[in-house]
């Protein structure tokens, strides 16, 4: 929990060299239901160029690609950034989702402390394949849906902003063929 105006830094730990190591950072707003999905919020190239989503304040938001740190660091947080902050790795082979770090922001910290409690550890979801007869235990349908979907749209990005890549390459290319 931070209060608003704060700078607040998140982290990815990746295990890939990072000439093939794309970073994406992506928020969920709400809590994981049916209808939430995941905000693209930044994309980190290994060529040290960041390209960001629609809508995103780049002011407001650095990505760091350092391995095997990268970071994200948010300025002036409002309660609006609050949510669940997740970090994806494309590499080469692999694709690593992160597991999220949950951020609150509010205007007033609270004064009085919270009384401690026995922390238990959670109950593990095991996810069942639907009965067509019985409908008892946790569906995971949704999550799965959109973590596909999210894969999905995050693999359209990286294409779009390749191929923006070669054409860019081409076009020096072209111009120097020319001088």
Same mark, same amino acid.
């Given at each position: 929990?931070?209060?608003? =105006?704060? /700078?607040? /830094? *998140?982290?990815?730990?990746?295990?890939? #060299?990072? #000439?093939?190591?794309? @970073?994406?950072?992506?928020? +969920?707003?709400?809590?994981?239901?049916? =209808?939430?999905?995941?905000?693209?919020?930044?994309?980190?190239?290994?060529? =040290?160029?960041?390209?960001?989503?629609?809508?995103?304040?780049?002011e407001?938001?650095?990505?760091?690609?350092?391995?095997?740190?990268?970071?994200?660091?948010?300025?002036?947080?409002?309660?609006?950034?609050?949510?669940?902050?997740?970090?994806? @790795?494309?590499?080469?082979?692999?694709?690593?989702?992160?597991?999220?770090? +949950?951020?609150s922001?509010?205007?007033? %910290?609270?004064?009085?402390?919270?009384?401690?409690?026995?922390?238990?550890?959670?109950?593990?979801?095991?996810?069942?394949?639907?009965?067509?007869?019985?409908?008892?235990?946790?569906?995971?349908?949704p %999550?799965?849906?959109?973590?596909?979907?999210?894969?999905?749209?995050? %693999?359209?990005?990286? *294409?779009?902003?390749? @191929?923006?890549?070669?054409?860019?390459?081409r076009?020096?290319? *072209?111009?120097l063929?020319?001088?």
């Open positions: 929990m931070v209060q608003t =105006n704060q /700078t607040v /830094t *998140l982290s990815c730990k990746t295990e890939t #060299s990072p #000439s093939t190591t794309r @970073i994406y950072w992506l928020r +969920q707003r709400q809590a994981l239901s049916a =209808n939430s999905h995941y905000e693209f919020l930044a994309c980190w190239v290994s060529v =040290n160029k960041t390209v960001y989503g629609q809508g995103v304040e780049q407001k938001l650095t990505v760091l690609g350092n391995s095997p740190r990268n970071l994200l660091k948010l300025q002036s947080v409002k309660p609006a950034d609050s949510g669940v902050y997740f970090c994806m @790795i494309v590499g080469v082979p692999n694709l690593i989702f992160g597991k999220g770090t +949950q951020l922001v509010v205007d007033v %910290l609270p004064t009085s402390p919270q009384p401690t409690r026995k922390t238990s550890t959670p109950k593990k979801k095991v996810c069942r394949f639907p009965s067509p007869v019985t409908r008892k235990g946790l569906s995971c349908a %999550l799965i849906i959109g973590l596909l979907v999210a894969a999905v749209l995050i %693999l359209l990005v990286s *294409l779009g902003v390749a @191929i923006h890549l070669r054409c860019l390459q076009r020096a290319r *072209l111009r063929l020319k001088q």
